[in-house]
């Protein structure tokens, strides 16, 4: 969480940090703050709400300087005041500095430099790295650098930090611990970023730092040392997305323009994995010997709605592997003391890389001893190099806080796996595995189909964005898409919604149902759709109104539905990919009937990198 963006060179600091911060904004946005060196002065403006705050507050002032530091804040110490935003600063107001993560032995650092004399201005985890600084500065009379890889032994917790200090103007100093940082130069100029987009109209050419390093960026150039401060090579990642793709092209908001680019999503994702021969090519992913042959059960681990997509890929793997499958939120995996070894494989999924669970549960793995496999959107991320093999999702760079396009390109992506350890293993037949490949192949024409049915769903969203409760209910894969659907829904309109099996609902959900409940059904799968469609009798029964997500022309669901969502047939392990197309809509514009920002949702960040 938290937007950062740091610039050093021969122009003005400012704009350039706007720029950035306004395309990182989706990792928080309840205050933003800016800090540039003028003369021998930092100028720190900050301000509470959105970056647009801050944009009008600055609009009355003048703040020059070529070098600067800005962040959008997601708050976790202090509540999200002008005073609690970033950058915080020392004592002297020297050194500025800007966080993402958080020092967990803050209140005990906070009480030593008190008890020092360092006075404190805000009620963040981070001002304590400020007077941290100054503190080792005037103790030892070193410079940031040099304060800054002291700073990193004493810090417990996720951090990437970004300092600057008027005394050395022409440089910034960063540290990285768990929280992301990627850094770039570009004619006359330095950059530091918690996140790519911010430094798409500078440069492609990107350095991630990895834990435990410090960075020095000065115009031109970008140095790396290990906490020893021993200098470390650097080396660049190109990255293919461009700015334009980063922004809105004409959608309303990048939740929509990012839905509608699913399509595109599937088909990037599935380029080059499907040959002629119907063969499975995993070319980029490289196993280490036996691995395939020995595997005896995978494990998935994932928060959200990636979770979701690990829901989906237990069905397939299962179904065309006969491998067993665990699924565990990241969050709970090590916590329970799983049964892992050198047969077991994890995959861990995440479209941005970051998230601080599911890192550490892949970690947990690998000491376990289990090969562990990342599904990741996000090239040069921290799971990436966890990890000993990934495979990306190509769903470009996704902004809206809702996943929509990465989670379908998770959906593609872990079936094409489960396809090839099919393959590999020999477990399903030439002929079911050509079909199958047709099908994954007509998944994005398909899916085209289903947003043209956005009138329906529209309509739909306006009759029932009053509702305080909505169930969705589906078995089999269709479970993983009430699940999603629910996720959606709440998240960026604020309404109650429950994801259930419905052959669960008669054991106490049932309960819930009363005149007018909404209840979303899927009934795409059809070796249970005898079965789902005798749950929706019985919601009926009870005086519910029903949202049908059906297969097109079923005249049984349209007989049964108050409202009816047709998509095209397809594999029934493949049908969460078209169905939760449907479901994202409708979350969609019930935000919009309900005039909330989908976003934007609230209490909520793009990326999760705290536990
Ligand atoms: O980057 P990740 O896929 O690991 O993110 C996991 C969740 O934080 C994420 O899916 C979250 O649930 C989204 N808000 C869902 O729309």
Redesign the pocket.
């Known amino acids: 969480m938290c937007g950062i963006v740091g610039y050093v060179g021969s122009g003005q600091a400012l704009p350039v940090l706007l720029d950035g911060m306004a395309r990182l904004e989706y990792r928080g946005y309840d205050s933003a703050g800016v800090a540039v060196i003028s003369g021998d002065a930092v100028t720190v403006v900050r301000k509470a709400g959105h970056l647009e705050e801050l944009t009008k507050e600055l609009a009355v002032m003048e703040v020059l300087g070529s070098t600067g530091i800005g962040h959008t804040r997601w708050a976790t110490h202090g509540a999200p005041t002008d005073g609690n935003a970033h950058p915080h600063r020392d004592c002297s107001g020297k050194i500025a500095v800007v966080h993402n993560g958080i020092i967990e032995n803050h209140d005990v650092l906070r009480a030593r430099l008190i008890r020092e004399g360092h006075s404190f201005s805000s009620d963040t985890d981070t001002e304590v790295v400020a007077h941290l600084i100054e503190s080792i500065i005037e103790e030892e009379s070193c410079s940031l650098i040099s304060a800054v890889t002291k700073a990193v032994h004493v810090l417990e917790g996720a951090f990437a930090l970004v300092c600057i200090r008027t005394e050395e103007p022409g440089c910034i100093i960063v540290a990285r611990q768990v929280s992301p940082l990627i850094a770039g130069t570009a004619e006359g100029m330095g950059l530091v970023a918690s996140g790519i987009p911010a430094l798409l109209a500078y440069t492609r050419d990107i350095v991630s730092l990895e834990d435990n390093q410090i960075g020095e960026i000065r115009a031109g150039s970008v140095r790396l040392f290990d906490f020893e401060g021993d200098e470390i090579p650097v080396s660049t990642v190109r990255v293919e997305w461009n700015l334009e793709a980063a922004e809105k092209g004409g959608y309303e908001d990048f939740m929509l323009k990012e839905i509608f680019e699913q399509p595109q999503a599937l088909r990037d994702t599935m380029r080059g994995h499907f040959d002629r021969q119907g063969r499975v090519k995993l070319d980029d992913v490289h196993w280490k010997p036996g691995v395939l042959e020995r595997i005896d059960k995978i494990v998935v681990v994932?928060?959200?709605?990636?979770?979701h997509s690990g829901m989906m890929a237990k069905h397939s793997i299962e179904h065309w592997t006969r491998i067993p499958v665990e699924l565990d939120l990241?969050s709970e995996f090590r916590y329970r003391d799983p049964v892992l070894d050198d047969r077991s494989l994890v995959i861990g999924?995440?479209?941005?890389?970051?998230?601080a669970d599911?890192l550490a549960a892949i970690r947990f793995a690998k000491e376990m001893g289990a090969t562990v496999i990342a599904v990741?959107n996000v090239v040069g991320s921290s799971i990436t190099r966890h990890a000993d093999a990934v495979i990306f999702t190509h769903a470009g760079p996704e902004i809206g806080?809702?996943?929509?396009k990465?989670?379908l390109a998770q959906l593609v992506a872990l079936n094409t796996l489960a396809l090839y350890l099919a393959q590999e293993r020999g477990s399903m037949s030439r002929d079911k595995m050509t079909e199958t490949i047709d099908a994954m192949n007509a998944l994005p024409e398909q899916v085209k189909e289903v947003l043209a049915i956005q009138g329906d769903v529209r309509r739909a969203a306006k009759r029932y964005a009053g509702a305080a409760d909505v169930l969705f209910i589906g078995r089999g894969v269709g479970m993983t898409v009430a699940m999603e659907g629910a996720?959606?829904l709440k998240?960026i309109t604020y309404i109650h919604a429950e994801g259930y099996a419905a052959g669960e609902l008669k054991h106490g959900a049932i309960a819930l149902i009363e005149p007018g409940v909404p209840v979303v059904a899927i009934v795409t799968g059809q070796k249970l759709y005898d079965k789902m469609l005798a749950n929706v009798e019985e919601v009926r029964a009870r005086g519910a109104d029903t949202i049908m997500v059906a297969p097109r022309g079923d005249e049984r669901a349209r007989a049964l539905a108050n409202e009816l969502f047709e998509v095209p047939s397809t594999k029934p392990l493949l049908t969460p990919v078209l169905d939760t197309v449907a479901l994202q809509l409708f979350a969609y514009f019930v935000a919009k009937e309900k005039g909330l920002s989908p976003d934007k949702?609230r209490n909520?960040a793009?990326?999760?990198t705290v536990e």
């Open positions: 994932a928060c959200g709605t990636s979770y990241a999924i995440a479209q941005s890389g970051e998230t599911t990741t806080v809702a996943a929509t990465t989670f996720l959606k998240e949702p909520l793009k990326s999760v």
